[in-house]
């Protein structure tokens, strides 16, 4: 075992183990679908990397304890008091869900000729407003028993200076910026040694850039930051699936102001293109004009702010008031040089910072010379109601869903096929 590693069976520590943009569209999803039936499946991207069947079996066994977590009293507070966008009706709906193990199929395919080594298939199944929340702890859980029993060729060797070593590069470029590691974490215990260590990095630079939170809600909660994130894919996704596909984007938006009026209206673009989005967001300037900001997810991000601001002078908005959040995949190197290019344009902007903060290790074989990789894994809104989901990133090879759904999407935006 790596420093720091645990031979003890994996146990989520707490409900709010989880990004806070699953909260958030668990309840808009409980106001607007709550009958909606939802599949989820998982997707590996690397194909010559492959699990263990003694790794898969202790997944399988960490699920089946998910049953037992559930809001304590104090967390349900700690709700009410930093989320005040949570209705009283969603935090005891909140207070009363338990997961429910039934809901997930988890089968592990072997590929070796020992039958040991293989792929693993897993979805989730059941209520929309149910299955929303299993996608964060179950990529959480499925990364940290990988990194325990498959690859154990790494530790937390000087992982607490690396991480706040990082920070202060990034303080001292003046860049804001929140953690949004989870999903693809080593581990539990490395998320909080590296939001421990930014926190100590924005305590030896206070006044210069700045720390904006993380999306961890146990974290948060934690160590007393704010909880940070809005809305993900999968809520277009599913409302376009639901709803048709014509003007998706902006009834998507619509009706999450129907449940957030004045808050967490920050708009992703990429779910059909931003291309597609920007086009049909642009046909309202009062909309343009209330929602305070983009999230850039995929695509060449040195594009996203010049086409951002087009956008926003073409129909009359000032963008130097709103703001860009970039969260694909963020490295020091590329917030150094987007920052720089905000700047120049006078576009604020800010950072979600995942991977690169709490899975960036290396090989203790190598003398800590290679790279020791994250797993390249997504968890994916495979259907609504029998109609399939489908998303169209602005990296064309990333585009997920039924084919035949992503080639009429395509059409439909008139986006290249």
Known sequence: MGQGQSNAPYRLKSILDSDLYKFTMQQAVRQHFPEAEA???????????????????????ALASFQDVSLTSDEKAWLATKCPYFTDKYLDFLEQYR?????????????????????????ARGLWVDTILWEVPMMACLSELYFRIDRTDWNYS????????????????????????????????TQDLVISSILK???????????????????????????????????????AALTGYDDANIRALRLWEETYP??????LTDTFSTQAFFKEFSQDRERVAKWQ??????????????????????????????????SDAVTLEKALALKKQCTEIGFPCSFGIGTFLTND?????????????????????????????????????????????????????????
């Not at 004045?262 to 708009?267: C, D, G, M, W, Y």
Request: aromatic letters at 12%; glycine letters at 8%; charged letters at 25%.
């Open 39 to 61: 599949v989820y499946r998982f997707t590996h991207r690397d194909k010559d990397v492959f699990f263990s069947r003694r790794c898969i079996d202790a997944f399988h066994s």
């Open 99 to 123: 997961f429910k193990t039934e809901q997930v199929s988890v089968k592990f395919i072997p590929v070796s000729e020992d039958g040991q080594w293989g792929n693993v298939e897993i979805e």
């Open 158 to 189: 000087g992982q607490k200076e690396l991480a706040q070593r990082k920070a202060e590069a990034l303080l001292q470029a003046d860049c804001a910026f929140s953690e949004f590691g989870t999903r693809r974490r080593r581990s539990c215990h």
């Open 201 to 239: 990095a924005a305590a030896k630079f206070p006044g210069v850039g700045k720390v904006t939170g993380t999306s961890n809600m146990f974290f948060a909660k934690k160590y007393n930051i704010a909880p940070i994130g809005t809305i993900a894919h999968e809520w277009f996704m599913g409302v």
């Open 262 to 267: 004045n808050e967490l209206l920050v708009a």
């Open 293 to 326: 900001g983009l999230r850039q997810d995929s695509g060449d991000p040195l594009v996203f702010a010049p086409a951002a601001r087009a956008m926003y002078e073409g129909v009359g908005v000032d963008y130097r008031t709103k703001s860009i959040i970039y």
């Open 361 to 417: 290790f290396h090989t203790k074989s190598s003398k800590y010379k290679e790279k020791s990789k994250a797993l390249n894994m997504v968890i994916k809104l495979y259907s609504i109601n029998n109609q399939p989901c489908v998303k169209i990133s602005d990296d064309l090879e990333k585009n997920t869903g039924d084919p035949g759904t992503v080639e009429f999407v395509k059409k439909k935006y008139g986006l290249p096929t």
